[in-house]
């Protein structure tokens, strides 16, 4: 196939290509109608009146947090002129101003000025439409912990969260999406003190789910007989070995422009196994990436320990002794690592009330080696 070809063929596997693009929201998002029932009840109140209550989504990276959070929005905005919905990606705006900016935009219908207006204006402006038009805000912050980074979480979250002491009568709510599960130790008092969310956890996806997922994406995204039970099946188990769903849709998405390439009718095993080798970086590496060092010590102290002596009782000797940390440090670093599905837990019915927990690697000692020295 010439470059001409690849560019101006018409035949095509894709009947929505878009059904792969990172912020497509799907019509039926599988999986997860009780996190989506919970995040519709913080916003109920505003939708009569009130004040919208606070949330933290929490859950391992590609679970389904921004998908489900983003399309329960829109349902919101279809149905509803009470409220604005306000999402925020904090690893592209990490500033005070920047986010504030992005606010404004949605609710103005444009962008302030980058430069000659104070931030105080801008704020002003946003909370003086809120008491005009008796609408309420919502404002959820994405990858939240890029905040910390640059020290602007706790401003930010005040200025949310306050505003209704300096402009009486604005309503205003705060999502905070993390993977994070120490994040609520890392708030000043004078906001946790205000900022008291209802937790609403992204449980990671069994493998049958992930089959769910994929095949509906299947549905979508491809044109009948394209993907056979056979190749949805290899890589379901491709992505539930790391995972990361997003892994799986990158998989079908590549494996289908593998399969135009040889002017394949279908999707084969092949062009699987040439898409996986394509996709990087690893997920796993940028999983470990980004452990803090207590974190990282942790797992590697899980790899190098025999499977049979990996209980939590002696893990947290072993790391007090190179650390000097308190158990519920310990513990947070510990969950953690189950929540990003780098490690399981299991309880022996052994110790005290027989809660004795077996901890058990989801990867080879070699495979961690590789990435954690």
Known sequence: MTIKDILMGEETLFRNVEAFNPDYIPDRLLHRDLQMEALAMCL????????PKNA?????????????????FQMVEETSDKLY?????????????????????????HRPPETGIPFSRIYGEIMK????????LIVALDDVNHLFYSKNANQVFYDILRAHEVFKGARTGLFAI???????????????????PKEVIFHPYTKEQMEDILGERVKVGFYPDVVSGKVLERISELTYSTGDMRLGIDILSSSGDLAEAESSKAIQIKHVEEA??????????????ALSPLESALLRLIANTPDDENTAGSLYQSLK?????????????LKKLELLRIIDTRFTGKGVKGNSR???????????GKFLG
């Open 85 to 109: 919905c306000v999402y925020v990606n904090c690893q592209i705006s990490t500033t005070r101003f920047n986010i504030f900016s992005d606010i404004y935009e949605h609710i103005m219908g």
């Open 321 to 333: 002794k190179e650390k000097k940390i308190s158990y519920a440090s310990f513990d947070r670093a």
């Open 276 to 289: 996986v080798k394509n996709i990087s970086p690893s997920s796993l590496e940028g999983t470990l990436e």
């Open 358 to 368: 077996l901890v058990i690697l989801r990867f080879s000692p070699e495979e961690m």
């Open 129 to 136: 439409k809120l008491v005009q038009e008796e609408k309420a």
């Open 44 to 51: 109920r109140p505003a939708l009569r009146g009130g004040k």
């Open 178 to 196: 993390i993977s994070d599960i120490e994040f609520r130790f890392m708030l000043d008092k004078n906001v946790s003190s205000i900022f008291i």
């Open 56 to 72: 933290v989504i929490l859950g391992a990276p590609a679970t389904g947090k921004t998908t489900a959070l983003r399309k329960v």
